[in-house]
């Protein structure tokens, strides 16, 4: 795997090294030693899949407040969707800024979003699926949410979404 830095201290697209042969190929896309000697935190406690039969599909802006903030590795295992992280560390030089990278099947790439960030993205394909790694399971009441179109962050999306849930439409501005 191969580590990339983002402009968000803490946001690492994380990237397949496959081996190739007459076979196919192969490649390691979680190893907790790899991810500890680059900085970062487990994701090995709970695995989500989200599947999403429409492209225009968004999901987000989600995470956990303490104390089960979470960090969470996201790969896209079918089709292509606009993944993005909103830093809402207080304190942070990078506080309500965001960054976003296109996760591919094809390409096996993850985004890796520390504690303290939000998370959404948008399908860019039909039939996409994402799989994400946790480093704390869920837990009910602990649940918190931004709208994908605040102000506060003036996330540059790709298109508008065809499809989103009440809720997420609902959120209140980010008060943070």
Same mark, same amino acid.
């Given at each position: 795997m191969r580590?990339?830095?983002?402009?968000?201290?803490?946001?690492?697209?994380? @990237?397949? +090294?496959? $081996? /190739?042969?007459?076979?196919?190929?192969?490649?390691?896309?979680?190893? @907790?030693? +790899?991810? $500890? /000697?680059?900085g970062l935190a487990p994701v090995g406690v709970q695995c989500n899949l989200s599947a999403n039969p429409q492209h225009g599909t968004l999901r987000g802006l989600h995470w956990q407040a303490?104390?089960?903030?979470?960090?969470?590795?996201v790969r896209c295992v079918r089709g292509r969707a606009f993944d993005v992280a909103v830093d809402l560390r207080p304190g942070s030089p990078t506080f309500r800024r965001w960054h976003a990278v296109e996760l591919d099947s094809g390409r096996g790439n993850a985004l890796y979003v520390p504690e303290g960030c939000a998370h959404g993205f948008l399908t860019l394909a039909?039939?996409?699926?994402?799989?994400?790694?946790?480093?704390?399971?869920?837990?009910?009441?602990?649940?918190?949410?931004?709208?994908?179109?605040d102000p506060a962050f003036a996330i540059a999306w790709p298109e508008a979404p065809r499809h989103i849930a009440p809720r997420d439409v609902a959120w209140p501005d980010f008060a943070g």
């Open positions: 580590f990339v830095p983002t402009p968000l201290p803490g946001v690492v697209a994380v @990237e397949l +090294e496959p $081996h /190739a042969d007459a076979r196919g190929s192969f490649a390691r896309a979680y190893c @907790e030693d +790899e991810f $500890h /000697a680059a303490d104390p089960a903030a979470e960090a969470k590795l039909d039939d996409t699926v994402l799989f994400y790694q946790m480093s704390v399971p869920y837990r009910p009441g602990l649940e918190r949410g931004a709208r994908w179109d």
